[in-house]
Nanobody
Framework: QVQVVESGGGLVQPGGSLRLSCSAS????????MAWHRQVPGKQRELVGM???????IYADSAKGRFIISRDNAKNTIYLQMGTLKPEDTAVYYC?????????WGQGTKVTVSS
């Protein structure tokens, strides 16, 4: 079994920054990569970006230039550093761990960008 836990969400003003963390634990010996997604009520969950175990990082267009994903393989943890936040970045941010052929999701952490 794999547990995925996100943290770091909250309220931030437009133009501000926020860092989210996500850790995977349990049976993670075949961890292939981890990813961040986000979802707004009534809309589909969308990819923000992902990082492979080898370190390749892929960003969605909405995240390029403003968000940075980094990883700590020793801790099975990834981070999402978000900058120049906009109200449209308001969403629940979910972390996903890809282990072997299985996918595990965290419970999500809410980010609200508002003045």
């Amino acid at each position: 079994q794999v547990q995925v836990v996100e943290s770091g969400g909250g309220l931030v003003q437009p133009g501000g920054s926020l860092r989210l963390s996500c850790s995977a634990s349990g049976s993670v010996s075949r961890l292939n990569g981890m990813a961040w997604h986000r979802q707004v009520p009534g809309k589909q969950r969308e990819l923000v970006g992902m990082v492979t175990y080898g370190g390749r990082v892929i960003y969605a267009d909405s995240a390029k230039g403003r968000f940075i994903i980094s990883r700590d393989n020793a801790k099975n943890t990834i981070y999402l550093q978000m900058g120049t936040l906009k109200p449209e970045d308001t969403a629940v941010y979910y972390c996903k761990a890809m282990v072997g052929t299985s996918t595990y999701w965290g419970q999500g952490t809410k980010v609200t960008v508002s003045s």
